[in-house]
Nanobody, 121 residues
Framework: QVRLVESGGGLVQAGGSLRLSCTAS????????MTWYRQVPGKQRQLVAG???????NYADSVKGRFTISRDNAKNTVDLQMDSLKPEDTAVYYC???????????????WGQGTHVTVSS
């Protein structure tokens, strides 16, 4: 069974740091783009950062210069280093990956269960 499992959320004071990790497991042929999203209750899920297999990254304007996304293709992991955290970064953070399960097969988007990040002022 293919799964994405996040870890690393928690409570931190404003200005602090957290590192989120996400691991894809199961029978996977290849992983394309890996991304982090976040969602606040009552609002739409927002793209935070994404990274390609080759390491090209993009970020939401609100986190540029503070968050860094990275991945380890050998371990099927994607991390999000979050520095200089602000109360407005408080949200549930979701890992998402575009997975190909068999050679020449279609790509599917999988989601993790989410991890809570709370930044206190």
């Amino acid at each position: 069974q293919v799964r994405l499992v996040e870890s690393g959320g928690g409570l931190v004071q404003a200005g602090g740091s957290l590192r989120l990790s996400c691991t894809a497991s199961g029978s996977i042929f290849s992983i394309n783009v890996m991304t982090w999203y976040r969602q606040v209750p009552g609002k739409q899920r927002q793209l935070v950062a994404g990274i390609t297999t080759g390491g090209s990254a993009n970020y939401a304007d609100s986190v540029k210069g503070r968050f860094t996304i990275s991945r380890d293709n050998a371990k099927n992991t994607v991390d999000l280093q979050m520095d200089s955290l602000k109360p407005e970064d408080t949200a549930v953070y979701y890992c998402s990956s575009d997975l190909v399960l068999v050679r020449d097969g279609p790509q599917y988007r999988y989601w993790g269960q989410g991890t809570h990040v709370t930044v206190s002022s």
